[in-house]
């Protein structure tokens, strides 16, 4: 264990408490001090839940550990069996709890509680994380309940294809998606849709929304659809091992995954499917690939951190949907490393994995990106190198689970993302353009023709610029009273962060760092970079307009 301010993942105790809450008549008892109960905010305020979390905290205190915390539990699962009356129980344990052993999940074992199945959760907390938690949670609880209906050995698989013959139309189970996942919700809704649209049934959606007498219709599907791997994994796997249930892999998200997505799928159930002009009909994502206006975006440097899942799915739109150069490729968590290394070796990079993310922020400035695409981590670290971001992984905060419809997966998951992706790009060449001009009459002086009656002394703005974001720099900048050209202030190279390794002793002059807050953002660490490198090579302490100038013709021949 390590001490650190801020980390990707929970304790696997967390990603058992998702799934959860994640289904109804479901019911979880926490072996757990006073202080772990914080994980009900994450459901009230991250997902702006109306109800707090299935849980019930057995809260031992100090005072406790000198006692019977075994009794502690058992009092603690009769309560809750009596008051919650849950269809399916949880036990398990936090990280504090486990040094106590006191193994809750034996106690209730060999309790009698009126056949209410119950499924003990041995979640190593000094090992394991959130993600192979709620993992090993919805496994433990899916075999746990199908265990009756397990074949014999030497059974017939089952003909993905039987729907034929059984005169219906085919039926396939989501798997995956659960509370705190990205957008899960919204997927969901828009995966069904999209099946819909092809004649397809949704047998089972878990585990979120699931109850426990859904997870036993599981084997009446033609095959199971695996949307979130993380999450859904396992059980996939042992679905298709225990019960010979074919499984869809492909994750739709962008628009190149969503055609393969159906194609898979109809090749498994034998489904004629036409696609041609679909993607051009519900996404306007690939006729912007297409447009002049999309070279702007032709080589536009992104980098990538997330779960596996979107990180991969990220990188393939980044660079084969958008036209955009990955220069960073990573996780946070390494149950899927192989295959996000497979992915950023096709890119000719080499995937970034750590749950550091003072390591991620590193690497990122390093990279020199124009984009970042991460967790709500990386949005913190790129506004601390002025680099524009969108989130498109858990963790997440409140402003990421929007109450509107914004799935990420299927046509109108590759609309979203479209949007979420290119408008920082665009809304930073617009905040460039503001900089650039803040000087025009138009802006400064009181003339402010384009709000009628504002101009004027008591609307006039301050002279010397108007405050904005792309004006921040300057604003600092510009020549105080008695400030002359001559002795204009000097700046270490590091006195204005741009994502740069900037070294001691370089200096910038005020009307070199005036130029260079002229040239936009997404672009500044680069020019900055390179100019500190002409500097260095020629001997030059202080970096003026006139060295930036220069530096520019050298790098441009």
Not at 90 to 117: F, K, N, R, Y
Not at 245 to 271: N, Q, S, W, Y
Not at 347 to 373: H, R
Not at 453 to 478: C, E, H, K, M, V
Request: hydrophobic content about 40%; glycine content about 10%; aromatic content about 8%.
């Amino acid at each position: 264990m390590e001490l650190t301010l801020w980390t990707y993942e929970g304790p696997p105790h967390v990603g058992a408490l998702r799934i959860a809450a994640s289904m109804e008549g479901v019911h979880y008892v926490l072996h757990a001090p006073q202080g772990d109960t914080y994980a009900d905010l994450l459901f009230t305020m991250i997902e702006r839940r109306d109800r707090r979390p299935p849980v019930t905290y057995t809260t031992f205190q100090a005072r406790d550990l000198g006692g019977d915390t075994a009794e502690l539990v058992k009092r603690s699962i009769t309560e809750a069996v009596a008051r919650f009356k849950p269809e399916a129980l949880l036990v398990g344990e936090s990280c504090t709890a486990e040094l106590i052993q006191d193994q809750p999940g034996s106690l209730a074992a060999g309790m009698d509680l009126g056949g209410v199945p119950i499924v003990s959760l041995d979640l190593p907390a000094y090992s394991k994380k959130e993600n192979w938690g709620a993992a090993e949670t919805f496994y433990q609880l899916v075999r746990g309940l199908l265990k009756d209906q397990l074949p014999a050995p030497g059974f017939t698989k089952p003909d993905p294809t039987r729907w034929r013959q059984e005169g219906r139309r085919p039926r396939v189970n989501l798997l995956g998606p659960s509370l705190l996942g990205f957008r899960c919700r919204d997927d969901v809704r828009e995966i069904t849709d999209l099946l819909a649209d092809h004649g397809i049934e949704v047998n089972v959606v878990a585990p979120l929304g699931a109850r426990p007498a859904d997870l036993l219709r599981l084997p009446q599907a033609d095959l199971n659809v695996c949307l979130y791997p993380e999450v859904a994994g396992p059980v996939c796997s042992w679905l298709e091992r225990s019960f010979g249930m074919a499984v869809v892999r492909t994750v739709p998200i962008g628009v190149g995954a969503t055609g393969d997505f159906l194609v898979e799928l109809g090749e498994k159930l034998a489904l004629e499917m036409s696609l041609v002009g679909e993607a051009d009909r519900r996404s306007r994502l690939p006729w912007y690939s297409r447009s002049v206006d999309s070279t702007y975006l032709t080589g536009k440097r992104v980098f990538i951190f997330a779960d596996a899942t979107h990180a991969i799915a990220a990188a393939r739109i980044a660079s084969q949907e958008l036209g955009f150069t990955v220069v960073g490729l990573g996780p946070y968590s390494r149950e899927q490393a192989r295959e996000v290394r497979a992915a950023a070796q096709e890119l000719g990079l080499e995937a970034l994995i750590s749950d550091d993310y003072l390591v991620v922020e590193k690497a990122m400035a390093e990279a020199a990106p124009e984009l970042v695409l991460g967790t709500q981590m990386e949005r913190h670290s790129a506004k601390r190198l002025g680099l524009p971001c969108a989130v498109i992984s858990s963790p997440l905060h409140v402003q990421d689970v929007p109450a509107r419809y914004s799935p990420q997966m299927g046509w109108e998951g590759a609309n979203v993302i479209f949007d979420s992706w290119v408008h920082p790009l665009m809304m930073g060449l617009e905040e460039h353009l503001i900089g650039m001009f803040r000087h025009d009459f138009e802006f400064v002086d009181g003339h402010l023709s384009h709000l009628e009656g504002a101009s004027g002394p008591a609307a006039a703005a301050p002279a010397n610029g108007i405050a904005s974001t792309a004006a921040g720099t300057q604003s600092r900048l510009d020549h105080g009273p008695g400030t002359s050209q001559d002795t204009e202030p000097v700046f270490t190279a590091g006195s204005v962060q741009a994502g740069g390794g900037q070294e001691l002793g370089l200096n910038w002059s005020a009307s070199g760092e005036a130029e260079l807050s002229r040239i936009p953002f997404f672009v500044r660490g680069k020019v900055r970079r390179n100019t500190e490198a002409y500097a260095r090579d020629r001997g030059v302490n202080t970096i003026t307009e006139e060295v930036l100038y220069d530096a520019k013709a050298h790098f441009s021949r």
